[in-house]
């Protein structure tokens, strides 16, 4: 099959760039130099364009100017290949006819000139990523693929297969072609082949005039990776959506495969190539036309009409919204479903910005739980665990947080005074925290609450959650005593390796550094938070094994649990954190450990149980959240081991 190529700029319209020399006046255009391009251009034009009539027609045209004297003035070549354009465009309206030219000319053009000036311009092609200018997954998991050109698969089949790979999990795919000017259909082919099964399906048929040859275009039978012949597919246009753009568009329309959204595209269906004229002077004649299985026709002159009509701004907006509307269509689960209307929302928010005045802003101002709210001029900001969060209004009371879209503040009143922040999350969790009232208040249902303290021996004070049925600390133990007033051992862990004892009872500071205790609490031995001395306040104690499990059920499970404990952000975990949304309001923190030798504090946590384990001697259960999962790992350790403990509620 042939080489079928829509834009102007390939490599081959680059080449005539070849004959440019770096420096040197422009040599000015004679009145026999001007006879000669007029007359190559026209033979060319007779020999090539799609459609004889309108060749003679064009023909014609620039002949009589020529003779009228219509050109005359003109000594710029540039100046006559723009002319020249113009005037040829007036009668065949064929955006893809363009006469070019090189402002300065090369003699003797070697073979090494022209090679070298290909590996440039797929170096040039490579630097902007073969056209792939961003590929990600938005809100709601709807795949984004931001295509700036259709590159020969040749050089970008590897790009196009790891694009198309990375988005294969989305529930819905946007495709974005606003400013997407053309180029190969070998790309167009292979990205279509991922939206069919592997049977083969007729995208196209074009004709060639020169040689007076039909083929055709069909999807390919494998592509490397997951096909997604289900998935929604929406595809955004603009009046800059040109050529090969505008066939993969037209294509997927007239199979009924995808929605477009956003303007009519430019209008150009003739394939064609770059022809030399004369020395200075080349001309892009289009000498095929698309012919479309189904229509019997193209979107030559028309371009292709989207099937929802709005500006190029406003395109992917309305597309994510329209995508995931239809998920939750299609979706029978109610948590689902409001997991997308939460994303629907903000999207419509983003469209029409809301303005609260700042005496109103000034009501919500105070700390709830572990959150203080600021207004500093006419912004609120939230702060929690050291990390600073912008705020912006959703509603009167209701605000999103900047940086984490899964999470949302709400503020009530009570009495006509704000005192809960609700603590909102898409998986449609909700953490309510009082304004430091000190009021202990159960509510019922979903809702974790938040909002009063309990002080140990040492007079350390916690926050408490309550979360399903069961009230926990926010914080890791931090005593030094039994509740009796008994001191716990410690010692220095290079002088002393507790594995050496039967039984030891130590507690340590994470990374032997008393300054680590307000955040991170202290690590136990398990025969410490065990000895019936109690290193719990009274009414708390360690949790069992099953009060463990009990809590990570109904987290939804050791997947995603530990994401749904762990504090987010990366101020106190380390990179990446992967999955943390604190949605529970645990707020679990990086400790470290104590086992022989410290493991310093930002990759992970091992919470003791108060269990038994009877899988090995001298081991108990524990929980382990790492930085790199979200997963809250149920494994047993040495009793010896110094690990963190959270106490929870009688």
């Not at 255009?29 to 064009?58: Q, R």
């Not at 040859?213 to 040109?242: A, C, H």
């Not at 568009?249 to 303007?263: D, F, H, P, Q």
Request: proline fraction near 4%.
């Amino acid at each position: 099959m042939k080489s079928i190529v829509y834009i102007f700029i390939v490599l081959i319209s680059f080449s005539f760039n070849l004959f440019a020399q770096e420096i040197g006046k422009v040599e000015e255009l004679t009145e026999k130099e001007k006879s000669e391009v007029v007359d190559s251009i026209s033979k060319l034009l007779g020999s090539t364009y799609i459609f004889p009539n309108i060749a003679d027609k064009m023909a014609t045209l620039i002949n009589s100017n020529l003779k009228k004297g219509k050109y005359q003035s003109i000594i710029d070549p540039q100046v006559f290949a723009d002319k020249l354009t113009q005037d040829l465009q007036s009668v065949s309206n064929d955006k893809h006819l363009k006469v070019v030219c090189a402002r300065q000319f090369k003699n003797n053009v070697t073979p090494e000139d022209s090679l070298k000036f290909l590996n440039d311009q797929i170096e040039r092609l490579r630097r902007d990523n073969f056209g792939f200018k961003e590929v990600k997954i938005l809100d709601g998991n709807i795949g984004y693929l931001d295509l700036r050109m259709f590159s020969e698969t040749k050089f970008a089949g590897e790009t196009a297969v790891a694009a198309m790979n990375f988005l294969s999990s989305a529930d819905a795919l946007i495709i974005d072609l606003r400013d997407n000017g053309g180029g190969s259909p070998s790309m167009i082919q292979l990205i279509t082949s991922y939206f069919y099964s592997p049977e083969p399906v007729h995208l196209n048929n074009f004709y060639w005039r020169p040689s007076n040859e039909n083929n055709q275009t069909w999807t390919l039978p494998y592509v490397p990776g997951k096909r997604m012949p289900d998935i929604d597919l929406y595809i955004l246009t603009s009046s800059s959506t040109f050529s090969a753009a505008e066939e993969f568009s037209y294509n997927l329309k007239t199979m009924k495969r995808a929605t477009l959204i956003g303007e009519t595209t430019g209008g150009g269906a003739h394939p064609g190539g770059m022809r030399i004229a004369t020395e200075r002077f080349m001309v892009w004649i289009p000498s095929g036309r698309a012919i479309n299985p189904i229509t019997k026709t193209n979107w030559e002159g028309t371009g292709v009409e989207p099937h929802i009509k709005t500006t190029k701004e406003e395109a992917l907006n309305t597309a994510t919204i329209m995508a995931l509307e239809k998920l939750k269509q299609q979706c029978k689960e109610e948590n689902r479903r409001n997991y997308y209307d939460w994303y629907i929302s903000s999207l419509n928010i983003s469209k029409n910005s809301i303005l609260i005045d700042s005496l109103k802003l000034q009501e919500y101002v105070g700390k709830f739980g572990p959150h203080r709210v600021t207004l500093e001029g006419s912004k609120l900001y939230c702060t929690q665990a050291g990390q600073k969060y912008a705020l912006f209004p959703m509603g009167q009371d209701l605000f999103g947080v900047t940086g984490l879209p899964n999470f949302r503040i709400q503020f009530v009143k009570q009495n006509n005074t704000v005192s809960i922040l609700k603590a909102l999350f898409d998986s449609g969790n909700v953490v309510e925290f009082i304004k430091d009232s000190g009021i202990d208040t159960q509510i019922n249902g979903t809702k974790n609450h938040a909002g009063y303290t309990v002080t140990d021996i040492d007079g350390n004070l916690y926050h408490t959650i309550v979360i399903g049925k069961q009230t926990w600390m926010t914080e890791d133990l931090k005593t030094a005593r039994y509740r009796n007033g008994d001191p716990i051992g410690t010692t220095n862990s290079i002088e002393l390796k507790p594995g050496n004892e039967n039984a030891p009872k130590y507690q340590w500071a994470d990374s032997d550094n008393e300054g680590n205790i307000a955040n991170y609490g202290r690590l136990y031995t398990w025969y410490a938070i065990t000895d019936n001395r109690n290193v719990c306040p009274t009414g708390w104690h360690v949790p069992t094994d099953s009060e463990w499990t009990t809590l990570v059920n109904f987290l939804g499970g050791d997947s995603v649990a530990g994401g749904k404990l762990k504090e987010v952000g990366t101020i106190r975990w380390k990179s990446p954190n992967n999955g943390a949304t604190n949605e529970s309001g645990f707020t679990a923190l990086p400790t470290g450990n104590h086992y022989k030798e410290h493991i310093p504090i930002g990759d992970l946590v091992h919470y003791w149980t108060a269990t038994d384990s009877m899988a090995c001697k001298d081991c108990a259960w524990r929980w382990l959240l790492c930085s790199h999962n979200s997963i809250a790992q149920r494994g047993d350790s040495p009793k010896v081991c110094g690990w963190a403990v959270r106490c929870i509620k009688d």
